[in-house]
């Protein structure tokens, strides 16, 4: 056991005799939002199936430090106490290390950042990919790697170098042998780490791999030895986080900037809102700040107070969730925002903005969904900090994929939450070519993470999920959220020159499995051929590009036998996409959010399975 995790439980078990009730903690500094959650707040299930150190790190240092405010060191044990599992099996990975120090495999084929390249296009030619369409149905589990404690696994790995490069939840990351899993080296990160890696070899500092963590840390790590380079924080803001990948060119690391300030305002002592979104640009090899620019301009100003006579600002959000898409041609940056957290609105919300890759200047900006002003307060009967006219949430959570249409002319392509899926013209600051909805949308409707284009395509999985509460006198507040079994999902491929539906593949039952949703919310990934969708319900299919066929099908919510002996679990696929490179694809399982299926496993499948 870590040292944390001893301290913890030395902490928890005098908590009985202290007096303290967690139970009543829970109930007024939580359950406004874990009872009823929305967006991606987890509900108190999914608290309650995390481990106490995972709990506490929220509450000193992460997203639930300011309702923490206040509390006493016995107060926050109490807490963690009562939403932690009286027992757990979950212990931290072992290491499986790697015999001898293996030299990097410098010609074998990459996954090396979020959308494979520059582009973000999520597809993977033949030669990179070293499987064809016809051996997708041959691929069979090749290895397991335990993910430490955690309920959800949401970084992207990357493979390199005959290495693939992955992190969880604690803030480890770890490089691995790409062929067996084992392992080389780990690294520590000071918080979490949401973002997917990114490799990159072109500058004069080595093979490095680039991250960031919910503390708002960028870092670059020497991809051989596991040494720090360097690390910097991007941004300022307390609830600044990193969770789109960073995205590296001509010696440049642009990193992305998000936060968690959404979900504060259901605390009516909170003074909604300060953050803004915005790009960082480093310095590859020293980090050394370029330049930094935020999605609004205007610095948040006292506007008027709420009725609870707390001071409010604005205005704020527009947070950068996904990686930014590099354009060669032209030396432009182009990025997706998310929505406002407080009045006023503004113009570069829920839009795709164009940025001059050497100074950060905003050169356009196009606006997808105007006046969406949102935070997790509209959700609570009290609509505590909620704009008088609230917006829907139409965040965008994926990057624009920039793709040729002919004859010159280009596209850049990306689904919103809303369920629309927008075409721009890039050389004509974001004209509008097409629209074409495939959902309904909602806060977590829509489309989520991650498109992929194979050039005459684009295919797009749709979340839409659904949850409701149903009665169970069993948990405090009487009621528990289950996933709507019959409700989401669904992958399209659409033409990219037009937006006109090439073949709609509906979602597949999800009969007797409990905790179920067949909503696809996880990023997408193509080859010649084929393109894998994963889902809520726990699977990874591949369909035939063509026809929208289902042609192999992995259910990997289940136990695994890890490499490194740690427990090992798969459950719902939500965020990151699979990575293809070499002939294998890598995939995270395990998703505890909103009652998905929790996991913590890394899943490596090659058509011999050896």
Not at 176 to 192: I, M, R, S
Not at 415 to 431: F, N, R, T, Y
Request: aromatic share 8%; with cysteine; charged share 15%.
């Amino acid at each position: 056991m870590s040292k944390l995790g001893l301290t913890i439980m030395i902490a928890l078990s005098s908590v009985a005799a202290l007096g303290q009730d967690g139970a009543a903690i829970y109930k007024q500094r939580c359950a406004m939002c874990h009872d009823a959650p929305v967006g991606r707040v987890p509900p108190v299930s999914a608290l309650r199936a995390m481990d106490a150190a995972a709990i506490s790190r929220s509450l000193e240092t992460g997203p639930m430090q300011t309702q923490a405010a206040g509390l006493t060191a016995n107060e926050r044990q109490a807490l963690v106490a009562y939403l932690a599992a009286p027992k757990s099996n979950a212990t931290a990975a072992h290491d499986f290390s790697c015999q001898g120090s293996a030299a990097a495999a410098t010609n074998a084929p990459r996954w090396s950042s979020w959308g494979v390249n520059s582009a973000n296009t999520r597809f993977q030619e033949t030669a990179a990919a070293g499987l064809t369409a016809a051996e997708v149905p041959k691929l069979k589990l090749k290895w397991a790697f335990a993910l430490g404690t955690g309920t959800d696994v949401r970084s992207q790995p990357s493979v390199a170098d005959g290495r693939v490069f992955t992190a969880d939840l604690a803030g480890w990351v770890y490089g691995l042998d790409a062929q067996t899993g084992c392992q080389y080296w780990k690294f520590q990160a000071e918080g979490p780490v949401r973002s997917g890696i990114t490799f990159d070899d072109a500058g004069g500092a080595g093979p490095l791999i680039y991250f960031g963590d919910i503390k708002g840390n960028a870092y670059a790590v020497n991809a051989v030895s596991g040494q720090l380079a360097w690390k910097v924080h991007a941004e300022a803001h307390f609830a600044a986080i990193i969770t789109g990948t960073p995205r590296v060119h001509g010696g440049v690391v642009y990193v992305p900037i998000s936060s968690f300030e959404e979900i504060m305002p259901p605390n009516p002592r909170y003074e909604c809102c300060s953050f803004r979104g915005s790009v960082v640009a480093l310095d590859a090899s020293s980090g050394k700040r370029l330049w930094q620019t935020y999605t609004i301009q205007d610095v948040p100003q006292p506007t008027t107070k709420s009725k609870f006579g707390t001071q409010l600002h604005g205005p704020s959000g527009a947070g950068v969730w996904s990686s930014p898409t590099f354009d060669e041609k032209a030396g432009v940056l182009y990025v997706a925002t998310g929505d406002n957290y407080s009045a006023p609105a503004t113009k570069t919300s829920d839009a795709v903005l164009a940025l001059d890759a050497k100074s950060g200047r905003i050169l356009w900006s196009k606006q997808l969904t105007a006046n969406d002003i949102f935070n997790n307060g509209c959700a609570t009967p009290e609509k505590t900090n909620c704009p008088d006219t609230a917006g829907q949430d139409f965040d965008f959570g994926q990057p624009p994929i920039l793709v040729s249409l002919g004859g010159g002319r280009r596209a850049l392509v990306l689904g919103q939450k809303s369920g629309m899926v927008h075409a721009l013209d890039p050389d004509h600051e974001g004209q509008i070519l097409w629209q074409t909805r495939v959902g309904e949308g909602g806060s977590l409707g829509g489309v989520q993470w991650g498109s992929a284009s194979d050039g005459e395509n684009v295919y797009v999985a749709l979340s839409d999920i659904r949850i409701a509460g149903v009665a169970d006198r069993s948990v405090p507040q009487g009621y528990r959220l289950v996933v709507d079994p019959k409700k989401g999902g669904g992958l399209f491929a659409l033409r990219i020159a037009t937006g006109e539906k090439v073949w709609g593949a509906k979602p597949p039952s999800c009969g007797e499995r409990k905790n179920c949703s067949p909503a696809q919310s996880a990023a997408v990934t193509a080859i010649p051929g084929v393109v894998f969708s994963g889902s809520e319900d726990g699977h990874l299919r591949g369909y035939s590009t063509v026809t929208g066929e289902v042609v192999w099908d992995a259910d990997t919510a289940r136990e695994y036998d890890a490499v490194n002996g740690g427990p090992a679990r798969g459950g719902s696929l939500d965020v990151a996409g699979p990575v293809i490179a070499g002939g294998m694809l890598y995939v995270n399982s395990g998703y505890g959010q909103w009652g998905g299926m929790p996991g913590n496993v890394l899943l490596v499948f090659s058509p011999d399975g050896k």
